[in-house]
């Protein structure tokens, strides 16, 4: 028989790396005392090996409190304040301190917040956001969460495809289908979209479901318009200014998240472009202010707050044999953003 294989020590990270325990210690947690070039080597070497951290025993050791991290893109986006309160609702019940971190959608600064928490002793991690196309893209985060996990870790994500966990997954081609849908049912048929990037798997997913309900009607879905920018209102604001100097044919937009919507809603009354009786415009996600602004917002609604509840529920519930996927469903909420075409209006 083989000799069995013993857990990797932090002792072994410092031997491969050449450097003190003491120095391997604080390059892995972040502390300060070491220079930026030989922290990264470090955690390089870290990496190379499949070292992580054994969580729990920390904890023990240190006395600390059960915490959970929760990575999002953008914390001041509404879509992941709303999942954060869900996380932080049944945290709470749990006796569970949240740590919130964000990314901006960088795949290199989420695997460095990924590897804080892991040094900052959470017991379980939750991702939320959207992956990428590439599975290459997100492999490095994969083998850390792997490394966590066996070292006793708990983890789950909302909206991504590729991390081999625990996925709570958004509704998100049925809800571009249902989008879109109703605006050809309204009439439209020059509809312009405002994305993220394509490379982002919520945003080619969002578009698989409109591409979907535009060949059902007959339709060609290159006939609509991608415009790409920041997936953000600012985003929504720039990619509004670009369809006004391009697209004056269009009578409607898709924008594929709310706050995309309200920067492109924000551009139109600016430019005396009326909504909708110029154009309509509709959006993704129905954040909580998309029914305070004028005119209210005709979109997607999707269950946020409920999403981070069910994702930190699966975390904590006993680990299964085979990552488990949850659906979310989705809503349509047609309000006063969307109309039919004037040319068609009675």
């Given at each position: 028989?083989?000799?069995?294989?013993?857990?990797?020590?932090?002792?072994?990270?410092?031997?491969?790396?050449?450097?003190?325990?003491?120095?391997?210690?604080?390059?892995?947690?972040?502390?300060?005392?070491?220079?930026?070039?030989?922290?990264?080597?470090?955690?390089?070497?870290?990496?190379?090996?499949?070292?992580?951290?054994?969580?729990?025993?920390?904890?023990?050791?240190?006395?600390?409190?059960?915490?959970?991290?929760?990575?999002?893109?953008?914390?001041?986006?509404?879509?992941?304040?709303?999942?954060?309160?869900?996380?932080?609702?049944?945290?709470?019940?749990?006796?569970?301190?949240?740590?919130?971190?964000?990314?901006?959608?960088?795949?290199?600064?989420?695997?460095?917040?990924?590897?804080?928490?892991?040094?900052?002793?959470?017991?379980?991690?939750?991702?939320?956001?959207?992956?990428?196309?590439?599975?290459?893209?997100?492999?490095?985060?994969?083998?850390?969460?792997?490394?966590?996990?066996?070292?006793?870790?708990?983890?789950?994500?909302?909206?991504?495809?590729?991390?081999?966990?625990?996925?709570?997954?958004?509704?998100?081609?049925?809800?571009?289908?249902?989008?879109?849908?109703?605006?050809?049912?309204?009439?439209?048929?020059?509809?312009?979209?405002?994305?993220?990037?394509?490379?982002?798997?919520?945003?080619?997913?969002?578009?698989?479901?409109?591409?979907?309900?535009?060949?059902?009607?007959?339709?060609?879905?290159?006939?609509?318009?991608?415009?790409?920018?920041?997936?953000?209102?600012?985003?929504?604001?720039?990619?509004?200014?670009?369809?006004?100097?391009?697209?004056?044919?269009?009578?409607?937009?898709?924008?594929?998240?709310?706050?995309?919507?309200?920067?492109?809603?924000?551009?139109?009354?600016?430019?005396?472009?009326?909504?909708?009786?110029?154009?309509?415009?509709?959006?993704?996600?129905?954040?909580?202010?998309?029914?305070?602004?004028?005119?209210?917002?005709?979109?997607?609604?999707?269950?946020?707050?409920?999403?981070g509840e069910l994702a930190l529920s699966l975390a904590l519930s006993a680990p299964a044999a085979r990552p488990r996927r949850r659906t979310t469903g989705h809503q349509l909420m047609v309000r006063d953003s969307t109309a039919a075409p004037r040319s068609q209006a009675?």
């Amino acid at each position: 028989m083989g000799a069995v294989r013993r857990a990797l020590r932090l002792q072994d990270v410092a031997e491969a790396a050449g450097v003190s325990l003491a120095t391997a210690s604080r390059s892995l947690s972040g502390s300060n005392g070491v220079s930026p070039a030989l922290a990264a080597r470090v955690r390089a070497v870290a990496d190379e090996l499949g070292y992580v951290a054994n969580i729990h025993a920390r904890s023990l050791a240190g006395g600390s409190t059960s915490s959970i991290g929760l990575v999002v893109h953008e914390i001041g986006d509404p879509y992941f304040t709303e999942i954060a309160a869900g996380v932080m609702d049944v945290g709470e019940q749990h006796g569970l301190m949240v740590q919130v971190r964000q990314t901006r959608r960088d795949p290199d600064h989420e695997l460095a917040q990924i590897r804080a928490l892991v040094a900052n002793r959470v017991d379980g991690i939750l991702i939320a956001g959207s992956g990428y196309v590439d599975p290459r893209a997100e492999q490095a985060v994969r083998r850390q969460l792997e490394a966590f996990r066996s070292a006793g870790g708990r983890v789950a994500v909302i909206g991504r495809h590729h991390l081999g966990v625990d996925a709570v997954l958004p509704d998100n081609i049925a809800g571009g289908r249902t989008i879109a849908e109703h605006l050809l049912e309204l009439g439209h048929r020059r509809v312009a979209i405002l994305a993220g990037s394509r490379g982002l798997t919520t945003i080619a997913d969002r578009l698989a479901g409109i591409a979907e309900a535009v060949e059902a009607a007959g339709g060609a879905p290159e006939d609509w318009p991608v415009i790409e920018a920041a997936f953000t209102r600012q985003g929504g604001k720039d990619a509004a200014l670009r369809l006004l100097d391009d697209r004056a044919d269009v009578t409607a937009v898709i924008a594929l998240n709310d706050d995309m919507a309200i920067g492109a809603l924000s551009v139109l009354r600016a430019s005396g472009v009326s909504v909708p009786g110029d154009m309509s415009v509709a959006g993704f996600d129905d954040i909580e202010v998309a029914t305070d602004i004028a005119p209210s917002l005709t979109t997607v609604r999707l269950p946020m707050r409920e999403m981070g509840e069910l994702a930190l529920s699966l975390a904590l519930s006993a680990p299964a044999a085979r990552p488990r996927r949850r659906t979310t469903g989705h809503q349509l909420m047609v309000r006063d953003s969307t109309a039919a075409p004037r040319s068609q209006a009675v």
